[in-house]
T-cell receptor
Framework: AQKITQTQPGMFVQEKEAVTLDCTYD???????LFWYKQPSSGEMIFLIY??????QNATEGRYSLNFQKARKSANLVISASQLGDSAMYFC?????????????FGTGTRLKVLA | DVKVTQSSRYLVKRTGEKVFLECVQD?????MFWYRQDPGLGLRLIYF???????EKGDIPEGYSVSREKKERFSLILESASTNQTSMYLC?????????????????FGEGSRLTVL
């Protein structure tokens, strides 16, 4: 079974609009972390935002926010005021396991295209 | 800045060749990882290491081995390359838990090595 599920292979959004990229996860660990990465066409992986399983508030980093719904096991990324430079592949990832031997599991990604 | 360096951006090899992919990080990270990235499949974990000479299998270790003789270096080895190992390979590393004020535990990635096996 998939541990990280991203159901949107591709999405379009108009410049300056907000967009939500979906991510659901599956784990039985009480302690885990959730991450979002951006991969532009150049290929580098850029860390965007992190949410810990015990964090009470949703994480925010500039125009990025993470809509964390623990009971539903979802960790959707919200990008506000989209820019052309946001066009990229976006990956959701989960850290699980014991301290010191963490594994990081990635989803299949969502390709976002921002339209002018 | 954290620097994760992969030895080759592009490689072309023949079926049956032994292939070494090298990864070096310069920030004394404990944990290092090798992933392969394929369209529609995302990043899949091949092997990871949480200390020198320590290794753990990821989700797709078949056909691969790894070596971590020094803390800064994590090598991925394809003993006998096959065409289905044509892929983008990404190395990553992370801080030890508890290091750094704002240590979220995110992975730091290299630029990737695109391997083509003919």
């Amino acid at each position: 079974a998939q541990k990280i599920t991203q159901t949107q292979p591709g999405m379009f959004v108009q410049e300056k609009e907000a967009v939500t990229l979906d991510c659901t996860y599956d784990t039985s660990d009480p302690s885990y972390g959730l991450f979002w990465y951006k991969q532009p066409s150049s290929g580098e992986m850029i860390f965007l935002i992190y949410q810990g399983s015990y964090d009470q508030q949703n994480a925010t980093e500039g125009r990025y926010s993470l809509n964390f719904q623990k009971a539903r096991k979802s960790a959707n990324l919200v990008i506000s005021a989209s820019q052309l430079g946001d066009s990229a592949m976006y990956f959701c990832a989960m850290r699980e396991g014991a301290i010191g031997t963490y594994k990081y599991i990635f989803g299949t990604g969502t390709r976002l295209k921002v339209l002018a | 800045d954290v620097k994760v360096t992969q030895s080759s951006r592009y490689l072309v090899k023949r079926t049956g060749e032994k292939v070494f992919l090298e990864c070096v990080q310069d920030m004394d990270h404990e944990n290092m990882f090798w992933y392969r990235q394929d369209p529609g499949l995302g990043l899949r974990l091949i092997y990871f290491s949480y200390d020198v000479k320590m290794k753990e299998k990821g989700d797709i270790p078949e056909g691969y081995s790894v070596s971590r003789e020094k803390k800064e270096r994590f090598s991925l080895i394809l003993e006998s390359a096959s065409t289905n190992q044509t892929s983008m390979y990404l190395c990553a590393s992370r801080w030890k838990v508890g290091v750094g004020i704002a240590n979220t535990g995110e992975l730091f990635f290299g630029e990737g090595s695109r391997l083509t096996v003919l």
